[in-house]
């Protein structure tokens, strides 16, 4: 059975750092593209990060370029995301997702993790 | 970026009637759409891909269709499983986008 599992969220000053984490388990982590989506309460969700299988391409949307990095360790089944320069509108659950199949269709997800910016 | 417009924002129905929801591209996309359904407190599920294929495990009464820019989900008859939100993503471009969905509710 696929097993996402998201860890780090938590609540963080403005201008503050997280690392989220996303164990993956029940399939072969090394050979999946994995992305990163977030909702903010009571919103659509919202694409953030993609990541190939290698770790060597990386896509952002435009509003976390240059504030978030997605890297993942195939040794560790783990996917992440750096976090930095936090701002109000970052709050959101982060949800790790699998990509099907190299499509770009997320057919996995975690139960997500909340992500709360505020002074 | 792609905008994804869904329509109607919110569709009161009972049990065992039909469901169409809307999902309108602000430029072509292909065939490159797909339908999620996302109960409260969960994360959002894939339904349909690439249009009309019907993702791992989706019962049969979930069908899509449409091309380029006009895209439909249908739910053939309402199961009680069936209220939740619907939302549609592209991936024609990046940024990959969702539309703002729409709630689907007990009449």
């Known amino acids: 059975e696929v097993q996402l599992v998201e860890s780090g969220g938590g609540l963080v000053q403005p201008g503050g750092s997280l690392r989220l984490s996303c164990a993956a388990s029940?399939?072969?982590?090394?050979?999946?593209?994995m992305h990163w989506v977030r909702q903010a309460p009571g919103k659509g969700p919202v694409w953030v990060s993609h990541?190939?299988?290698?770790?060597?391409?990386?896509n952002y949307a435009d509003s976390v370029k240059g504030r978030f990095t997605i890297s993942r360790d195939n040794t560790k089944n783990t996917l992440y995301l750096q976090m930095n320069s936090l701002r109000a509108e970052d709050t959101a659950v982060y949800y790790c997702?699998?990509?099907?199949?190299?499509?770009?269709?997320?057919?996995?997800w975690g139960q997500g993790t909340l992500v709360s910016v505020s002074s | 970026e792609i905008v994804l417009t869904q329509s109607p924002a919110t569709l009161s129905l009972s049990p065992g009637e039909r469901a169409t929801l809307s999902c309108r591209a602000s430029q072509s996309i292909s065939s490159y759409l797909a339908w999620y359904q996302q109960k409260p407190g969960q994360a959002p599920r894939l339904l349909i891909y690439d249009t009309s294929n019907r993702a791992t495990g989706i019962p049969a009464r979930f069908s899509g269709s449409g091309s380029g820019t006009d895209f439909t989900l249908t739910i053939s008859s309402l199961e009680p499983e069936d209220f939740a939100v619907y939302y549609c993503?592209?991936?024609?471009?990046?940024?990959?986008?969702f539309g703002g969905g729409t709630k689907v509710e007990i009449k």
């Open positions: 029940g399939f072969t982590f090394s050979t999946y593209w």
């Open positions: 993503q592209q991936r024609r471009n990046w940024p990959l986008t």
């Open positions: 997702a699998r990509d099907l199949s190299v499509t770009n269709w997320f057919d996995s």
């Open positions: 990541i190939n299988n290698n770790g060597r391409t990386t």
